[in-house]
């Protein structure tokens, strides 16, 4: 069986010190959850994160990575930068740096192969905008996006690669898809990944939704078959309403 995974994406919130309010806070309440449990967020709280999430059962991922290992990339963090302050996991290809950051299809398959190769487990995120959605073809953007997005890699980087399914029509508007929806876009990201890599494989590929998660929807939408847990963003910020998502 499938573990669930819950992560929280903090996005462009929590100084250092808040950062640290907050662990304080929601490390104690989520400490017998046998659920895998993330916290990604900005850069420069990351090392402080590490420290204080030590011997805990909370986990720590970066929002974005670059592909290369160094260069002229001004701005830019490497995956081996993220993997010697001890950050585990890393979120790549989100909608809002496809939107706003160029992020391409192209990019995301070439930072998810350079996050295995320095050892960082990927949550890569795929998603339709609501005018796809309207015109039905939302099984074809997100398996596509999907099957770029794990081009060239081999079965055991499949299996361990998270895939983060959000409608972009859902995110941050208090809109959800029905937890049937949701369940059946990612029943068709993991019959795409089944084609290409067999179902064994595609069985075991955790697949999480994303797009306005919230305690109250959060048991509905992990009790189905298909989801594996959520990619949270607002929710996540508060330390008693994330908790209750990671124990729905």
């Known amino acids: 069986m499938r573990k669930k995974v819950i992560a929280g994406n903090w996005k462009m919130n929590k100084n250092v010190h808040e950062a640290e309010e907050f662990m304080k806070e929601f490390i104690p309440l989520v400490k017998d959850s046998q659920n895998e449990v993330i916290i990604c967020a900005p850069y420069l ?6 420290s204080i999430a030590k011997g805990t059962n909370v986990k720590i991922g970066a929002q974005n990575m670059h592909w290369e290992v160094n260069g002229a990339y001004t701005g830019e963090v490497s995956g081996e930068m993220l993997k010697e302050l001890g950050v585990e996991y890393v979120i790549i290809g989100h909608s809002e740096r496809r939107q706003y950051f160029n992020e391409t299809d192209e990019t995301v398959n070439k930072k998810i192969k350079a996050a295995f190769a320095c050892g960082l487990k990927p949550i890569v995120c795929v998603g339709e905008a609501l005018e796809e959605r ?3 073809i939302t099984r074809e953007i997100i398996t596509q996006q999907t099957r770029l997005a794990l081009e060239g890699l081999d079965n055991n980087q499949v299996e361990n690669t998270i895939i983060a399914y ?3 029509w859902a995110i941050g508007t208090g809109k959800t898809a029905t937890s049937e929806d949701a369940n059946n876009s990612i029943k068709e990201i993991r019959e795409e990944i089944g084609k290409i890599y067999g179902q064994n494989v595609a069985s075991r590929v955790i697949i999480q939704y994303g797009g306005s998660v919230k305690s109250a929807n959060a048991r ?14 607002g929710a996540s910020l508060k330390p008693e309403e994330f908790s209750k998502i990671v124990k729905y």
Do not use: M, Q, W
């Open 45 to 50: 709280d990351l090392a402080n994160l590490v």
């Open 134 to 136: 309207e015109r039905g």
């Open 166 to 168: 959000e409608p972009i």
């Open 220 to 233: 509905e939408l992990f009790t189905t078959s298909d989801i594996d847990g959520g990619l949270v963003g």
